[in-house]
């Protein structure tokens, strides 16, 4: 009862993966356990580059439909109903295959205590919310 | 946790009238992210949906109890994992740049994750009930020790009034950094917080305010 709400959508299934066993997830990733977290941020966009083919993993098709028009990891992360690091993974395998490009996050930001964001940016993220 | 009984209805007739997830325009390049962090129940899934162009979506990451993600999958094999769910939501600011809005809890274990989920934040928004101020010292500790830079929003509950003054004492607050009253359901109040935000990064990017 104490955690986040969780709005749905439709299509989602009620199974959840987030309750399921790590061996569920080793099913899903082949095993496979490398994924560069500097490579996927949580708002890299991810664009599909091919269309899925039936022999693919149902996790990479999906990943391709829904990535025809740029979508973060995290939304990924959420239709797919799975932890954002096997999402990385999937997303590694993808790419490394030339299947999907990333467009990752401007490192303009508060990675270290000193730097801050570019101002530049800044400036642009406030006339979107002032045009809200 | 029961997730099952806080599912919203699924069909676009929902109270909140926000869309389900529209697609990004093509032209998209950019990816932002602001965290809104509080205690339970203050009101940041609400913040989300005020000013989110699509309803709320949830999601996850599950760690080790060493703190780190589970890419090893072997090493996740046999051991006891924790998870840590929040909740996004997204605004098209241009046509080349989205703003994701995330709303994470402060709790403790949480913040084992920070480093791998909210590096490169623009910055933060602490949420608090001022009835339940002591929920909300964890996170602005652990924010200073990231370096993140933040805002407090008290979200206004009805609770007994307290002067700005009493709220800066009770949370140690620096007088350089912003405190404003909110009502998380309104989207202008909601929006007005994110403005205040974006605003104090830009004068300490800009160097005319120094850090804290
Ligand atoms: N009076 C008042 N109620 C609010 C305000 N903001 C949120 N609420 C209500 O407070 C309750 C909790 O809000 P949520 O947005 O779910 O809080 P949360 O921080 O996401 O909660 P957890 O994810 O469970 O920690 C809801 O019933 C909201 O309608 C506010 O500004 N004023
Ligand atoms: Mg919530």
Known sequence: MSGPDRPDRPGRTSRSAREESPDRLYTVTGGRSHSDPKEFDLVTLVVSECSPTITMQSEHAAILRICQSPTAVVELAADLDLPISIVRILLGDLLSSGRITARHPRSTATDTASSLPDPDVLKQVLVGLRNL | MDFATSEQPVSGTAEDGLPERTPLSASTTQGL??????????????????????????????????????????????????????????????????????????????????????????????????????????????????????????????????????????????????????????????????????????????????RP
């Open chain 2, 33 to 210: 992210k602001i965290v809104v962090v509080g205690g339970f129940g203050v009101g940041k899934t609400t913040m989300v949906s005020s000013v989110s162009d699509i309803r709320p979506l949830n999601t996850e990451e599950t760690m080790t109890q060493a703190g780190e993600g589970i890419d090893d999958l072997s090493a996740v094999r046999g051991k006891t994992t924790t998870t840590i769910a929040f909740d996004f939501g997204r605004i098209s600011l241009n046509e080349r740049t989205v703003l994701y809005l995330f709303g994470a809890p402060g709790q403790e274990r949480f913040w084992f994750l920070w480093n791998r989920l909210f590096s490169g934040t623009l910055g933060a928004v602490v949420l608090v009930d001022t009835r339940r101020l002591a929920d909300s010292w964890y996170a602005i500790d652990r924010l200073e020790h990231h370096g993140t830079p933040f805002i407090v929003a008290r979200n206004d509950f009805g609770g007994p009034e307290h002067t700005t003054e009493q709220i800066r004492d009770a949370l140690d607050l620096p007088e350089s950094v912003p405190l404003i009253n909110c009502d998380a359901r309104s989207r202008e109040s909601s929006k007005e917080v994110l403005i205040t935000l974006v605003d104090y990064l830009y004068a300490l990017s800009a160097g005319h305010v120094h």
